[in-house]
């Protein structure tokens, strides 16, 4: 049986010097690199140039039963009207590779042949470097290892190690996966592992090795040809159906931006992530099988630890450092902070940090029949909760009922109305009353912390019905019994009250803050208590979250 010798990265950097091929005097050219008799892949066309550049990527998996380890690349001149026109070629060997360390950038004359002279037609740049057998199989452990990493400290703690183990391998029991992390420990008393201790072990395992692998020898390999991009090499590996040779350019990562609209410009922006956030969405929705993943236990339990170790590190005094970059990062008016920089004792209390009585007015203050935004947030507004569920919220257990945990409570808002506030780790952190009325008492509800990011509420994760929160009822005169659900997410392991049960309230009033992270605030109205403004209405149903301040006019009472 053939088995493989080595990989190839190859990179096609560019070309200079081709031939004007159009009556611009220019050409719009493009490459088909072929290996083995297969065409491994096609590149962008490049207008109007004789000096392309390309910087694109492939693998080759050079088998020990291949007939000639040649790379072919042609180029050719792309035609809009007529068929594109042929500009040269070059045949590269790769065998010569092996045993060599490192990229190698080399660059190589394009020929025609077709005619009775051989034409010289440019110059080809490529780089290209050869990986072993061992360089594969251990390249490809550490990235997948990395995916799991929640907190990107360059170790693996004993919960993230089963919830890794038990993604590759869902029936292997804790005591086996114990069992691996304790050998690899090189001390007793370590408390995480480095990932080269983790692969050391993993890799040698028979068990692990076998469900990996399938009915697939060379699963490693196919999957490692593809990418060397961790969340895209755990979406391989944890969908082991999209992996075949053949697949080798079918399957690319699926990069999820989230755009939203501008109330204030008018303007659709894509929101920025950071990292932290970015590590959690990947560990938990990046892969199809992430996202039923969630359910697991050992992923909540990480989820758990992620949340708390995060909320640790930015309690720390150390942690000022942080706030000059994430200030920077985003874009933030430090002008209306209340307090000066300088007066913060560590990030977490730059995050719920209070803003100046100016920054955010309240509108129509003396019309107590307008409702106004809870926060700032990313906001959906849904006429009815059938229409949040048919748009927007796609956990498959999601209900009123399901996210209030009250039957008879459930009852009083079938056919009512829904406010969706989400709060990015951006956005000012406290969070207010959207109505005038009294404050009726707060009731916790435990869960474990999945990011309320938008990427996460379209799949069939129960973001809002599992996530911790907390429901406050508040009787206003003109909307009747409002609920207000506090919904902690990935990273924010305190949802924190400053309001009083059984205080009149007004609209704007201060109820409480999220420590560090993303969260969301849900606002349930009783059948035929608020009409919204249309704007949110009309983008709701789109659907596209409006980027709106605390304290912006949201509706009406009817």
């Keep these: 049986m053939a088995q493989p010798i080595g ?35 096609t590149s962008a066309i490049k207008k109007e140039t004789r000096a392309p550049r390309w910087n694109e990527k492939t693998r080759i998996i050079m088998m020990s039963d291949d007939s000639d380890f ?17 500009i040269g070629e070059v045949d590269i060997p790769l065998k010569a590779l092996a045993g060599r360390k490192g990229p190698m950038s080399s660059s190589h004359v394009l020929t025609d ?14 780089t290209l470097q050869f990986l072993d057998p061992e360089e594969v199989h251990h390249q490809f452990w550490i990235t997948l290892v990395r995916h799991f ?16 183990v038990s993604a590759l391998h ?105 990292h932290y956030l970015e590590v959690a969405m990947r560990l938990m929705y990046s892969t199809s099988t992430g996202r039923s993943a969630v359910e697991n236990n050992h992923i909540k339990k990480l989820l758990s630890h992620l949340s708390k170790s995060q909320g640790k590190k930015y309690d720390d005094p150390k942690s000022k450092k942080d706030i000059e970059p994430f200030i920077k990062f985003h874009g ?43 926060a700032d947030c990313r906001m959906h507004v849904f006429a009815t909760i059938d229409d949040a569920t048919r748009l927007w919220v796609k956990g498959h257990n999601f209900s009123v009922e399901n996210l209030i945990l009250d039957r008879d409570e459930a009852k009083k808002y079938e056919g009512g109305s829904m406010v969706i506030a989400r709060l990015a780790p951006q956005d000012y952190h406290r969070f207010h009353i959207p109505v005038n009325g009294k404050i009726g008492p707060t009731r916790p509800i435990n869960g474990p912390l999945f ?46 009250f400053t309001s009083t049960e059984g205080s009149t309230c007004k609209k704007g ?6 420590a560090f992270g993303g969260s969301t605030v849900i606002v349930l109205f009783q059948p035929n208590k608020i009409e919204f403004r249309n704007i949110l209405l009309v983008n709701s149903q789109q659907p596209i979250e409006t980027l709106v301040k605390m304290g912006e006019r949201i509706g009406q009472a009817k």
């Design 509 to 514: 009033d201060e109820h409480g803050y999220f």
């Design 332 to 374: 933030l008016n430090v002008e209306e902070n209340l307090l000066p920089l300088d007066s913060y004792p560590n990030f977490n209390h730059f995050f719920f940090r209070k803003l100046k009585s100016t920054a955010r007015p309240i509108a129509d203050t003396d019309n107590s029949t307008v409702a106004v935004s809870p």
């Design 170 to 274: 869902p029936s292997l029991v804790d005591e086996k996966i114990i069992e691996l992390y304790e050998k690899a420990k090189k001390n007793r008393d370590d408390n995480e592992v480095t990932y080269e201790q983790v692969v050391d072990v993993l890799s040698h395992d028979a068990e692990l090795q076998a469900e990996l692998k399938g009915h697939d020898p060379h699963f490693i390999w196919h999957v490692y040809a593809q990418t060397d991009e961790y969340h895209t090499i755990s979406n391989l590996v944890l969908n082991k159906n999209l992996v075949h040779k053949e697949a080798v350019t079918a399957s690319k990562p699926n990069h999820k931006s989230i755009i939203v609209f501008n109330l204030y410009t008018g303007a659709k922006e894509e929101e920025k992530i950071p």
């Design 70 to 86: 040649t790379m072919n690349v042609k180029v050719w001149d792309w035609d809009k009207l007529t068929q594109d026109d042929y």
């Design 451 to 496: 990011t309320v990011n938008p990427i996460a509420i379209n799949q069939t994760v129960d973001v809002f019905t599992e996530n911790k929160r907390y429901v406050t009822s508040i009787e206003s005169p003109e909307f009747g019994k409002v609920l207000y659900v506090s919904i902690g997410a990935t990273m924010v392991g305190s949802v924190n």
């Design 113 to 126: 042949n077709t005619g009775k002279k051989s034409k010289t037609r440019g110059i080809l740049h490529v």
């Design 149 to 164: 990493d929640a907190d990107q400290n360059g170790f693996i703690n004993e919960t993230e190690m089963l919830a890794l």
């Design 7 to 41: 990989m190839v990265c190859v990179e096609i950097i560019g070309a200079d010097d081709l031939p004007a091929m159009d009556l611009n005097g220019k050409a719009d050219p493009y490459f088909v690199l072929n290996y083995g008799g297969e065409m491994m892949m």
